[in-house]
C-alpha cells in the first residue's frame, strides 16, 4: 500500500495512532485558507476533533517523492463542502509537507463518475 492510500485510511478511520505513524515529525500542512500553517500535533488534533470528513478520495500520482490526490471534504463547522486538491511531499517514508488548494461547492454538487 501507498503512502497516501495509508493517509486516507487513517483519516477515514480516525486512526491518529496510524496517523502519526505515516506523519513525518517535522511535518508541515500548508491548507489553502489565508497564510495558516499547521504541524503534526496540529493535524492529529484536527482529525481527533472529528473537523473534517472526506468522500472521493482519489490518489491521482504517487512516487517515492511526490503525491496529489483529490477529495471533497465537509466540515464539522458548518461551512460548505470543498473539493480539494492536495500536493504531499515524502521524506523518510512519511508525509512531511502537504499543501492544498480548495473551489467551494454549492449544496446541489454532483461528483461525475462517482
Known sequence: M???QAYFDALTSKDTT???DI???DFV???HVGGMTMGKEDLLGFVSRDAVSGEHERILYENDEIGVM???AHFA???DSE???SFARFKD???ILIETGATPLSDDYQVIGA
Open 2 to 4: 501507498g503512502i497516501l
Open 18 to 20: 496510524a496517523l502519526a
Open 23 to 25: 506523519i513525518h515529525d
Open 29 to 31: 500542512f500548508n491548507p
Open 70 to 72: 483529490h477529495s471533497i
Open 77 to 79: 463547522n458548518g461551512s
Open 83 to 85: 473539493a480539494v486538491l
Open 93 to 95: 517514508g512519511k508525509i
